[in-house]
Nanobody
């Protein structure tokens, strides 16, 4: 059974930084892409970033490109999201996600089969 557990959320002032972590278990972590999504109050869940199984490819939403960095440590079964230059609009619950198919690097919610419970990030002005 695949489990994804996020951590690292919290309250930060605009312009600040946070690093989210997602610990995975239940299958061979290094064989699958991993992604981050977020959902702000009253809005749909949206793609933030994804990293391929070996870390060789990364993709970002335009809204976070240049400010956020996704990375993974396959030895620790963990994926990270470094968030810099945070703005109020980044406030959301952030979810870690993974696909059920090892050959894909999805950039949408439809491609993800496993989800964590989320961690709240609040950016104050």
């Amino acid at each position: 059974q695949v489990q994804l557990v996020e951590s690292g959320g919290g309250l930060v002032q605009a312009g600040g930084s946070l690093r989210l972590s997602c610990a995975a278990s239940g299958r061979t972590f290094s064989s699958y892409a991993m992604g981050w999504f977020r959902q702000a109050p009253g809005k749909e869940r949206e793609f933030v970033a994804v990293v391929s199984w070996n870390g060789g490819s990364t993709y970002y939403a335009d809204t976070v490109k240049g400010r956020f960095t996704i990375s993974r440590d396959n030895a620790k079964n963990t994926v990270y999201l470094q968030m810099n230059s945070l703005i109020v609009e980044d406030t959301a619950v952030y979810y870690c996600a993974a696909p059920g198919v090892s050959t894909t690097t999805p950039v949408g919610t439809d491609g993800m089969d496993y989800w964590g419970k989320g961690t709240l990030v609040t950016v104050s002005s």
